[in-house]
Structures are given as C-alpha cells and as structure tokens.
C-alpha cells in the first residue's frame, strides 16, 4: 500500500519496494513525491525517509501533513531542478525520481515544473 491511486501519475507502491529491497537501502529522498507513494514504502519499511515537490497546493499539504505524521522530513515549493536543491537534505542511500510527464500531464502552472521541458539535474546529494 501507499500513495494515492486517484492521484494522476501514482506510482505502484511495489516498484519502490523491490528498489529499496534490491538495493539494502536505509534512506531514501523523493524530490517529487507527488501522492507520496515512495515515501510511504519507505516508511513502512522502516528507511529514513525525505521528499518534496514543486506544489505548494492543498492536495500536496494533505500529503505532506501526513507524510510528517509518520516521520518523514518532507518540503514543498522546493525545485528539485534547481542547482541548490540537495542542499535542503541529508545525504541519502537512495534517491528516486518519478517526475511528471512529458507534455502530457501537467500538474499545475508553475514554470519550474518539469513537465515543461525542465530536467532534474542536481542530483548528487554526497555531501
Ligand atoms: C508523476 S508525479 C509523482 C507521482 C508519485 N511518484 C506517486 O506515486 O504519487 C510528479 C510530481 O512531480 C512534481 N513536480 C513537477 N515538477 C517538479 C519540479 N521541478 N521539482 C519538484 N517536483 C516537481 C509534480 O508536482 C508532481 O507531484
């Protein structure tokens, strides 16, 4: 279990979990955790786990509250293409990435979003 299969874009929960099982990791960083499938594995499996995403609307507040209330350390408005992006996070074992769609599915208006031809291009978190 876990996300939100109403969510446009869910992820199966058991994707993350074969990753994380596959890859003995003990945290893991989602920086755009849409309906928070991954975070949700992760906690479940008992992995330190953070995220974020791009929206600052309600539905991802609902998420973040409740992803919160479990122990993640989860932000939002954060641009995980934005070269200052890793620097919110402490190093992680496993980052996974599931970023909207190309151009067909765009989650909200903000020009960051990566739906609009922006790619996630920070991702090393070694500190
Ligand atoms: C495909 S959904 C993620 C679905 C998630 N894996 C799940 O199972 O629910 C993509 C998410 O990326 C977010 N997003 C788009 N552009 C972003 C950016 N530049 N930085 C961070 N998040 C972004 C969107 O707000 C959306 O929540």
Redesign the pocket.
Known sequence: MG??AR?R???APQVYEWLIRQSGARSLI?????????LDVALRLGLDAQG????VGAY?QGVASRLRARGAQVRLG????APGWPGHFRAADLVVA????GTQLA??ARP????RG?VLNSMDLRK
């Open positions: 996300g939100d969510f874009g869910n992820c989602d920086p755009c955790f849409g309906s928070g499938t991954s974020s995403d791009l929206s991802h954060l641009d995980a293409s599931h970023p909207a769609y989650y909200h960051r979003q990566v739906t922006f």
